[in-house]
């Protein structure tokens, strides 16, 4: 009895992990903007190491768990990398005003307000 208990929760947990994957994957396809994008991959790496851990469960192959920690190291590691470059990107073109917008990207971050806004983000006046 308690195996097919087992059994049944995995294949449902299994069945909603795979629904959310599909829906996640939706989400950093349509985006709209980048934050978004980078949040559904920290989501999409997130079910990854959850469907692992549940095939572990499953197969009662142990190694499953170690590389489901090692997604995770990687994971953690590449979402901080791109907020660390949505950061020093300054705003996204989405919710850049026209002007800044129209400036292009070669001069992202030149303009007066940019400069006014990263020195405050220094510590600066």
Do not use: C
């Amino acid at each position: 009895m308690p195996e097919q208990i087992l059994s049944g929760a995995t294949v449902f947990a299994l069945a909603l992990l795979s629904l959310a994957l599909l829906v996640t994957v939706w989400r950093i396809i349509r985006g709209p903007t980048l934050p978004d994008r980078v949040l559904g991959l920290d989501m999409l790496v997130a079910i990854a190491i959850g469907l692992i851990a549940v095939v572990a469960i499953r197969t009662g192959f142990n190694l499953y768990i170690d590389i489901a920690i090692a997604l995770g190291l990687v994971g953690f590691l590449a979402t901080v990398a791109f907020a660390r470059f949505v950061l020093a990107r300054g705003l996204s073109p989405e919710k850049a005003s026209p002007e800044q917008a129209a400036a292009g990207a070669g001069k992202r971050g030149r303009t007066p307000q940019a400069k006014v806004a990263r020195r405050k983000r220094k510590g600066g006046r």
